[in-house]
């Protein structure tokens, strides 16, 4: 059982920046797809970004501003978010797709205001 454990949430002003971490523990397999998702109150969960052996990507909407990587030493993944707008607002969650196996973590709320 993948245990995830998201940290690095808060209250920022547009414009600014947070880096989002999500700590992997139990069996986990380095070549695990690691995932963001966010989620705003009455909308499903939206894709952010992955990263496997093969590589990262983002969806459209943070292209360019948000940067996920990860650390395999340390089992963390992380999501570098700059430029921050006010529509970045929700709860992100970390989720890790491995043999087939789908966890989630609890979250983490990012809010952006003024």
């Known amino acids: 059982q993948v245990q995830l454990v998201e940290s690095g949430g808060g209250l920022v002003q547009p414009g600014g920046s947070l880096r989002l971490s999500c700590a992997a523990s139990?069996?986990?397999?380095?070549?695990?797809?690691m995932r963001w998702y966010r989620q705003t109150p009455g909308k499903e969960r939206e894709w952010v970004a992955s990263?496997?052996?093969?590589?990262?990507t983002h969806a459209a909407s943070v292209k360019g501003r948000f940067t996920i990587s990860r650390d395999n030493a340390k089992n963390t993944v992380y999501l570098q978010m700059n430029s921050l707008k006010p529509e970045d607002t929700a709860v992100y969650y970390c989720?890790?797709?491995?043999?087939?196996?789908?966890?989630w973590g609890q979250g983490t709320q990012v809010t952006v205001s003024s």
């Open positions: 139990g069996f986990f397999s380095i070549s695990a797809v």
């Open positions: 990263i496997s052996s093969a590589g990262s």
């Open positions: 989720n890790a797709l491995d043999g087939g196996t789908s966890n």
